[in-house]
């Protein structure tokens, strides 16, 4: 990605305090068998607070105390040698300033030896049936509509694009202070595309399901003339001149651009530069994030659907706080070309939508490989609603949805009481669930279970990666400029990253491997698995790259117990914001797995589910601040 300003905050210039290059650095203590130590890490922290570049001795005695290993003599000054020679490499790396954009050269494919992915033929997307869709008296009756059914009002010119994307802009900068989920209006942009939409129509073009629907884009894509903020505050004017790939696949589709939304700093939560987003079904909620805007526009009714990604979690999180239905495909299938990197292996961009279909639409739209994301491969989605999916092998993960709470001697009574009565209500949900695809969708469940691994500790993987992305900023101290700052916040994690030695970066992707063999063979007789959305299987899928698509799963009750966990708005720390789901009246989810490049009989399944249940079509009342105007 080229951009009128860097990529990442500059380093000093002329500074020979971070002129120590770490991949050599680390290879020295590989050598002497030390890579597995903390050795490595300590020593590196020291030796760039000396003035000069430089290794000493003593530098190697403290770091040995600290990291509680013994080294001989011999070895001391064997090792000073080495170490004082690599410092002309570290420094050329270091003045490259790579830009966030460039990838490693080395890449993760989901892929096993042995499996057999068919590049397949591209069919044109099959619509689902649906009654004939009236032109509305107000045209705000149909902000809640799904994808297929504004579709279907452009199609037969009911509607036109131009007043579809005035309605949602001007929702968007109604709920604006309320739900904080706008960073950018595009609205030129947008005014721009829906003329030329129903100038195509009016000329007997027409694009498809998407032509001439207002969308979302997270605003880690970017966008040719706008900024491309990454949430994070550093990098408010950052300024990204060419379109990511898939907001160019959408542009050639019809669809239309209304905003870039918020995600919290750099990929993280739900807390950015302007404040912190809100659920729309509880607006003292935080929306989780870390695709937070993505999720509470869509929710909200305020735009047709949204892009969002995810590396470990950032779709299904807040498609499960804010209700939507939101697509996580699998690794490869969609070019990340013109988005934020955090995890060159991990990271993954999908849609938010309201129903299961529009996330099929819209997949249809930006998948395939564009020759720039070298782990995108050919393989053809082609939906069909109409999939009988009585024919289709669906298991479910019996122990995660009968599991216990866990608790520690720490837990307070007050506290267990709690999770014991939360944890009562969603067995009432998962029950529900697993009796409506056994009896009213007649699927033969089987019961399954995720191989029994470390996959927590394999997410070394992510840290490492992600530091390496924002390296610059860590080295610059221009960390200290993002907005959280807690021992669970990017800036900490960034710099706790660099202790982690490239030897067990190395062992944590083979032990990914065994995983991902281990996932291959629950897989191997099963199109769909069925699952409780905040379960192991969280972890597991982002590991191995499966896709997964996340619904709304029922809402609950008025007893439910209110959220205690908070935080303060950055704007505002007087007003203190929920931290945590929950509450009455507030949505639940279910997840579903598809094998590899399997989204269309999961996403079958999944519209099956949401036509028996109906709980997609349910959105929450809103009320705009009365003391605030719209910002555009």
Sequence with gaps: MDSTVSQNPSAPKNSNINALDRRHFLGVFSALGLGSTLMPGVLWGMAQKEETPKVTKEMIDEAALVAGVDIHDEYRQMMLENLNSNLKDYKAIYDLHIPNSVPPAVQFDPVLPGMKIEPGVRQPARLSRIAAVEAPKNLEDVAFYSVRQLAELIRTKRVSSTALTQMYLERLKRYQPLLHFVVTFTEERALAKAKQADAEMAAGKYRGPLHGLPWAAKDLLAVKGYPTTWGARGFEKQVIEEDAEVVRRLDAAGAVLVAKTTLGALAQGDLWFGGITRNP????????????????????????????????????????RCGTTGLRPTFGRVPRTGAMALSWSMDKLGPICRAAEDCALVLDAIYGPDHQDPTVREAAFNWNPEIDIKKLRVGYLKEDFERAPKFTDETKPEEKEKILKQRAMAKKFDDASIEVLRIKLGLNLRAVKMPDLPFDAMVNMLSAEAAAAFDDLTRSGKDKLLTAQTDNDWPNQFRSARFIPAVEYVQAARARTLGMQKVAEVFKDLDVIVCPTNSSQLVITNLTGHPAVILPNGFRGEDAP?????????????????????GPGTPVSLTFLGDLYGEAKMLAVAKAYQDATGF??????????????PKS
């Design 281 to 320: 079904w509880r607006p003292q909620q935080g929306s989780s994030g870390s695709s937070a805007g993505s999720a509470s526009a869509t929710a909200a009714g305020c735009v047709a659907f949204a892009i969002g990604s995810e590396t470990l979690g950032s779709i299904s999180s807040p498609s499960t």
């Design 616 to 629: 997609h079509l349910k959105h929450p009342k809103l009320e705009a601040p009365a003391s605030e105007k």
């Design 562 to 582: 209110l959220p205690t966990r908070k935080k303060p708005d950055v704007n505002d720390k007087s007003v203190m914001v929920e931290d945590e789901g929950g």
